[in-house]
């Protein structure tokens, strides 16, 4: 079964400072991953997907097969940052498995 | 373009009682699937509507279950609501099997669902 897990439930980051949110995924297939944000009070929308190997808001993941993870990384975090932060596996055709979220706070 | 809308937005319910959630999909939008988000959780998938038929379904009890319409809206309905079905329902839609398919998922507000 495909699992996802998000270590840390909070974190906080100084404003300017770099910012990793670790993933953690178990899937015995072909993975497809995704980081999902929340900023407050908006809705559940797509950070980022690993297939894109694009940077979104200075954003950026790299796939590691060999270590299972995903993790979300910045060098210089804003405070526009500050949000709910859910990392995403897929299972085929956009159905979604979400861990725990992490909720990032940037300190000004 | 419209996005997601889910209606209620909350509704409070006791043990024992039959819930529906309606949602809308974005324009353009031919999937629909429902995920429950318990509290401090993320969301967890329930179930995808695709053409007016479940098209994958997660770990959760024949009670939940739900409906695609011809404009690819959709219902979720629960029966015999327990305490823990407590939770923010979401909806979120999809343009699967079309050119502008990006495997993203556009997502609405929920309906936080109180069971008392």
């Known amino acids: 079964a495909q699992r996802v897990t998000q270590p840390e439930k909070l974190l906080s980051v100084f404003k300017g400072a770099p910012v990793e949110l670790k993933c953690n995924y178990s899937?015995?297939?072909?993975?497809?991953l995704f980081w999902y944000v929340q900023y407050s009070r908006q809705r559940l929308q797509l950070l980022l997907r690993h297939i894109s190997r694009e940077s979104i808001k200075g954003f950026t993941a790299d796939l590691n097969k060999g270590e299972t993870s995903f993790h979300l990384k910045k060098p210089f975090a804003q405070e526009e940052d500050s949000a709910m932060y859910y990392c995403a596996l897929g299972f085929g055709n956009e159905k979604l498995t979400f861990g725990t979220g992490t909720r990032l706070t940037i300190i000004p | 373009e419209t996005g997601v809308t889910q209606s209620p937005t909350h509704l409070i319910k006791t043990r024992g009682q039959q819930v529906t959630l309606r949602c809308s999909s974005q324009?353009?939008?031919?999937?629909v699937s429902w995920y429950q988000q318990a509290l401090g959780q993320g969301p967890q998938f329930i179930f995808q509507y695709y053409r007016e038929e479940e098209n994958g379904r997660g770990n959760f009890p024949p009670r939940f279950s739900g409906l695609q319409f011809p404009n690819y809206s959709s219902e979720l309905n629960v029966n015999a609501l327990e305490l823990d079905d407590s939770a923010l329902y979401l909806c979120a839609s999809s343009p699967m099997g079309r050119t502008e398919n990006t495997g993203e998922l556009f997502f609405g507000e929920g309906s936080r669902l109180t069971v008392l």
């Open positions: 324009s353009g939008h031919n999937t």
């Open positions: 899937y015995s297939g072909s993975p497809e």
